[in-house]
């Protein structure tokens, strides 16, 4: 099931389970805190691709090419981690990764409309990986791994005594840490060490129950998407002989990077107290 009908069925029964009558009744204003507990996943369907700089000029748009002319990468690409060498045998898929998060936030409510802030700081060992397949045969595989994501949205919506359902959205931080891997032992590598604090947004929705006194419970859909496209480059060099289709243009070699942006779905379950 896509991220987006699981988001649905979720709030969908918590706006059924809403018309269940509590023992208070209260208004949403005031400040709260909240744990919540979920699941990330990348989105299905996805095309990645790995892009090429082979005059070095900064234009990643080039088809690097074999001393005969033939596309060097004309066995394509692949969504995840390379099994062999060839295609194939396909890739490993990205999969899904447990989500922890703490935030705290602050609501106002006038009639039924109820708007706030919240500031959030979530843990998720989410990665994504991008496979490319040369003639050689040989695979270029890179990775990238989410360590942790900062959120600070706005969320504005309809409050009840006993429910809130809303729409959030808001900026995103995160640390990033890429990997490069490959089969090809002929070429020299120089790629690029550490993480990078790349930012983003985020978007959702959501729907909080109160069940008793301060308490409440609920569930949240979000949408997060990171642009890192050009945040880690890998620079593919010699010894190779002259004729080798990463110096046969420029003999200082060859850029790659992958094209996509980091784009996370996850689904949360949460429990919030309110002062």
């Avoid at 990764?97 to 106002?108: E, H």
Wanted: aromatic letters at 12%; one cysteine or more; proline letters at 4%.
């Amino acid at each position: 099931m896509k991220a987006h009908r699981l988001a649905l069925c979720v709030v969908t029964a918590f706006v059924w389970c809403a018309g269940v009558e509590t023992s208070y009744a209260q208004i949403w204003s005031g400040p709260y805190v909240a744990g919540t507990i979920g699941s990330g996943m990348q989105p299905d369907g996805e095309n990645k691709t790995v892009r090429f700089d082979k005059t070095l000029d900064g234009n990643f748009s080039d088809t690097i090419t074999t001393a005969a002319g033939a596309n060097a990468f004309s066995p394509g690409f692949c969504n995840g981690a390379a099994v062999s060498a060839t295609p194939g045998d396909g890739c490993r898929r990205d999969d899904r990764a447990p989500d922890f998060a703490a935030r705290g936030g602050y609501d106002w409510q006038m009639g039924r409309f109820v708007a706030g802030a919240v500031g959030e700081f979530s843990r998720m060992e989410q990665t994504s990986s991008v496979t490319a397949f040369s003639t050689t045969p040989a695979f270029y595989t890179l990775t990238r791994e989410l360590d942790w994501l900062n959120g600070f949205r706005g969320r504005a919506g309809y409050g009840s005594d006993h429910y809130l359902v809303y729409g959030t959205g808001g900026v995103a931080m995160a640390r990033v840490e890429h990997s490069f891997v490959t089969s090809n032992v002929v070429n020299t590598f120089g790629v690029p060490s550490g993480g990078q604090n790349i930012w983003g947004f985020q978007t959702g929705v959501g729907l909080e129950l109160r069940v008793g006194g301060r308490w409440s419970f609920g569930a949240e859909y979000l949408m997060t998407r990171l642009d890192d496209r050009d945040e880690f480059t890998v620079r593919v060099q010699g010894p190779a002989p002259a004729t080798n289709p990463f110096i046969l243009t420029n003999p200082s070699g060859t850029d790659l990077r992958r094209t996509d942006q980091f784009d996370l779905h996850t689904l949360r379950f949460m429990t919030g107290y309110r002062f």
